[in-house]
């Protein structure tokens, strides 16, 4: 039986939905975890990141260890990455953190929530107890929305904390939940 937000502890690959496939990231997937990247920092509404990144500071962040990269691809097409890893370091280590970014064609089907029901079983596997994520643009409706639907409840709000290309200063959510 599946649980409510994640796949069998058992899958290392699994198929979401009928043509749409998670797994782990390969080297070649790189050049393309990348240029998304770039798009979704430029874009100024929803990472913390911005369009001066290097790819050298995104790949270790995104791919690198101790981060676990992974795609997901809709009928073979890159649709989208996401990474797990600790969200700190020693003490805090059993806690996960993730990131996820989905390519614009791909946006409005659901793909941000099922990454995150993945990553969530990854983090499981991983022996992480907790996934946070510390840095949720409160102007970001759809991801608010995705994260709650994961079981995610807001914990703390920093006022302001937030650029925003277009808005200015907006809020930035902290989420967690247990695993």
């Excluded at 009928?18 to 920092?41: K, N, Q, Y």
Aim: glycine share 8%; with cysteine; aromatic share 12%.
């Amino acid at each position: 039986m599946l649980p409510r937000t994640g796949l069998p502890a058992n899958a290392p690959r699994a198929t979401i939905a009928t043509m749409t496939t998670i797994r782990e990231s390969t080297e070649a997937d790189w050049p393309r975890v990348w240029a998304l990247f770039r798009l979704a920092a430029a874009g100024g509404d929803v990472f913390a990141y911005d369009e001066s990144t290097t790819e050298e500071t995104a790949r270790k962040l995104w791919f690198d260890p101790p981060a676990a990269c992974f795609v997901c691809e809709v009928e073979g097409a890159f649709a989208g990455t996401y990474y797990v890893r600790p969200n700190q370091p020693g003490r805090g280590g059993h806690v996960a953190n993730a990131g996820y970014i989905v390519e614009p064609a791909f946006r409005g089907r659901g793909l941000a929530v099922t990454m995150c029901a993945h990553s969530l079983e990854a983090a499981r596997q991983r022996g992480f107890t907790a996934m946070q994520f510390n840095f949720v643009v409160s102007t970001n409706a759809a991801a608010v929305r995705a994260w709650e639907r994961c079981g995610f409840a807001v914990v703390g709000r920093l006022p302001g904390a937030y650029r925003h290309k277009e808005l200015g200063f907006v809020d930035a959510l902290v989420v967690h939940r247990v695993l």
